[in-house]
C-alpha cells in the first residue's frame, strides 16, 4: 500500500480502472501515432501498425506495469534520414528488424543501466534538437502545402544544403502555396492544445477526460467539412486527399484484408553496411528512449513499483521486431502516453493491451473517419510536442545548472541540426566529458607549503587523468625542500600517477629534494620495484621516507 491507494494485484480487481483508462490512452495515441508517422516521412498506416504493436505485443512482455509503447518522436528524424539513407521504407523495415534483435541482446546483456552513463545535458540537447526539427519539418504541413512533401532528403542534415534545392528553399517556397483552411486550423488547434492544459480548464471533468489532441483532432475536421459544405464553388478552401492534405489509410472492404495491405521488409538490404548502421542507430537511441520513459513512469507510479528495465528492453525488441515484419515503425516506450495513462488512473498493463485493442479496432473499422483528419490538425499537435521538447523554459533551466552543462547542451543541439543525430551525440558526449575530466583534474589535488615545506594531498582516487594537474605542481617545488606526498583519501593510484611521483623523487636526488610517501604504502609498494627492497624496509606507521641523499 502507498499513499491512500491501495493495490491489488489481479485482473478482476483492477479491470474497473484500466479499461476507461485504455479509452483514454487510445484517444491520445491515434493523432500521435499518425502525426509520429507524418513527421518520419513514413506511410501513416506504419505508425498505427507500431501503436498496435506497441499495445498488445510489447505490453505481454513488459517490465513496467504502466508505460504505453508506440512510435515516438524522438525517433522521427532517424527514421526520415534513414528510409531516404536506404532508397525505401522497405529496405527500412529491415533495419528495424535487426534493431529489434540488437535491443533483445541489450536485455540479455543487463544493459537496463545505458542510460545512467549519457549525461542529462546531452540527452535533453537531443530532445531538444528533435524537437526544433520536428517544429520545422511540420510548417509545409500546418501551411497546407499541396504537395504534402517538401523534401525527401535526410531530415536531420536540413542545414547543410543550400541553393535552389535545399530544405530551405522549398520551405520558403511553400509560403507562396498556403491554404487559409489549413493555416487557420492550424492556428486555432494550437492555441486549443496551450490552452487545454491551463489550470483552469483542468478543474472540469470533461477537459480531463478528453485529451487536448483528440478534441484538436475533431475541430479539425469540422472546420474542412464546414468549408466544404458553405463554400462550393471555391475548391481552394478545401483540403483534400488528393492535394495531399488529409490522412490517407487504405481503406478495408473487409477487416480480412488488413493483412494485405501490409508492407513487408526488404531483406536484400541485410547485404548493405549502412542498413546495420541504421539498426545500431535505431537500438541505441530507442532503448535510450525507452528506458528515460521507464524511470519517468516509476517515479510517476501511485504504488512506487520499480519496472525491470532488462525485461522492458527485451520486450521493446521483440516489439520491434514484429513492427518491422509487419510494416510498422520502430517503437519506444512513450512518456506522453505513459503519463496520460497513469493519469486515468490506470493500475496494471492491462490498459495498455485494451488500448492496443482499441487501435486494431480503428483500423479494421472506421479508416473513413480516420481518412477525414486534415494534416493540418496533426501538425498542430508535432508542433506543440516539438515546443514541449525545445522550450524556453528548458534553455532558461539549463542556463541555469552552469555554463559546463549548458554549453554541453546547446553543443549538442548544433552538433544534431549540422550533422546527424548520432554525430550529435558523440560531440556532446564528448563536450560533457571533457568538463567532467577538467572538474575532476582540478578537485583531485591540493598543495599547500610553509617556506620550502610542502604538503600535496590526494583528494581523491588518481588515475592517468590526473598526470597533468601532478605534474604541474610538482614542477612548481624549488631546490632544497621538503615535500609530503598523502593519499589517505584515495582508495586507488593508477600506475601512471606512481610512475610522475617515482620520476619526481629519482630527480630530486639531484635537487637536494626530500620526499615522504604517507598512508601509501598499500596502493604504492606493489608498483614501486626501487621500493620493494630498499624502501619497504623503512616503512612505519604507513610512512615511506626518501633523501635527496638516499639516506
Known sequence: MTGKYEFKPGLAENFKYDFPAGIVVFLVAVPLCLGIALASNAPLFSGLIAGIVGGIIVTLFSGSELSVSGPAAGLTVIVASSIAKLGSFEAFLAAVVIAGGLQILFGVMQAGVIGDYVPNSVIKGMLAAIGIIIIIKQFPYALGHSTGQYDDREDIEFLQHYGEDSAFAQLIATLFDISPTATLITLISIILLVVWEKPFLQRYSFFKIVPGPLAVVFLGIIINQLFIALFPEAPSLHLTKEKAQLVSLPVFENPTYLLQSLTLPDFSALMRKDTYIVALTLAVVASLETLLSVEAVDKLDPFKRISDTDKELRAQGIGNIVSGLLGGL???????????????????????FVHGVFLLLAVALIPNVLNMIPLASLAAILITVGYKLASVKLFKAMYKTGGEQFLAFITTIIAIVFTDLLIGIFIGSAVAIFFVLRVYHHSAITMINQDNYYLIRFNKDMSFVNKAE?????????????????????????????????DFREAGKYRNITVELKYMDSKSLPLFPDFNKNDKRRLKNGVVQETASGK
Open 330 to 352: 520502430p517503437m519506444t516506450a512513450v512518456i506522453v502516453r505513459s503519463s496520460a495513462n497513469i493519469y486515468a488512473g490506470a493500475r496494471t498493463r492491462t490498459s495498455a
Open 470 to 502: 601532478l605534474k604541474e605542481q610538482l614542477a612548481k617545488i624549488p631546490d632544497n625542500s621538503l615535500v609530503i606526498i598523502e593519499g589517505t583519501k584515495a582508495v586507488f593510484i593508477d600506475r601512471d600517477i606512481y610512475e610522475v611521483v617515482d
